[in-house]
């Protein structure tokens, strides 16, 4: 029995079920229910909340959600061999846990949260985890259907979500993440945690969205950035040829055409957005 619940040790379940890590699905579990507990708590008071979870795999970080209260956990698993080792948690949370057995990057799961709080925590599948996050942060609707985004992702990544312009790390990512939301690092995680172990430290990232992010078509603010930072050290009076007149969309967005995609803020971004949008009225 385990700590946070009566539950068996992962390790027993996961040999119980088969449940060899598969590289191909990004299988690096998380054996230690105290860092499940961690992450869980690192996505705030769960009580009456309902927690989307992308691929559960065994259930450590299930587990974790559950015993810190979340009314309602919906894990997405892509793995059917998953599913039997989930059950059994579910049966000790009569009525708390949904299983859907699927590719997390086809399910709408606004519509499977449904009305009342609900947030993404999740400790990432790293082959598909810029998608999933993209697909959260520059949804058509907004403010979206979470209040928060608890994720683990490789460290590297984690960086490119929350920099700075001037930073190395910045650029789409984090253009995309910081106009709809504020990003932190909350803390890193050594390989050694998982198993088996990844390469690299993993890092796991918060998100809130704004309320009121400036107004921008998330469309026009991808082409833009995309058109930028697809050439980040050339100025952006060249690099943004491919959009029409650079010297009209800088001067309307009241940026010199001296300066590299490395250096403009969002808001910068998003004037260039609204720019080249007014251009194509
Ligand atoms: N949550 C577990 C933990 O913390 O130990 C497992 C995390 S593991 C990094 C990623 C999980 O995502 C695996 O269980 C894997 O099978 C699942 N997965 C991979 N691709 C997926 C996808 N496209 N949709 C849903 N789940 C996926």
Known sequence: MSAIDDLPPLRDVIQRHDLAPKKSLGQNFLLDLNLT????????????????????GPGGLTRALLAEGAGRVIAIEKDARALG???????????????????????????????GPARVIANLPY????????GWVAADRWPPWWDGLTLM??????????????DGAYGRLAVM??????????FDVNPQAFTPPPKVVSSVVRLEPRPQPLPCAVKALETVTQAAFGQRRKMLRQSLKSLGDPSALLDAAGIEPTRRAEEIPVEGFVALANAWVATRA
């Open 37 to 56: 507990a961690r992450i869980a708590r690192t996505g705030g008071r769960l009580e009456g909340v309902t927690v989307v979870e992308v691929g559960p």
């Open 85 to 115: 080792a989930l059950a059994e948690i579910a049966a000790r949370y009569p009525g708390r846990l949904d299983v859907v057995e699927g590719d997390a990057l086809e399910v709408d799961m606004g519509a499977l949260a449904g009305d």
């Open 127 to 134: 082959n598909v985890a810029t998608p999933l996050l993209l």
């Open 153 to 166: 992702f490789q460290r590297e990544v984690a960086e490119r979500i929350v920099a700075r312009p001037g």
């Open 177 to 186: 993440c910081g106009w709809r939301c504020e990003a932190k690092i909350a």
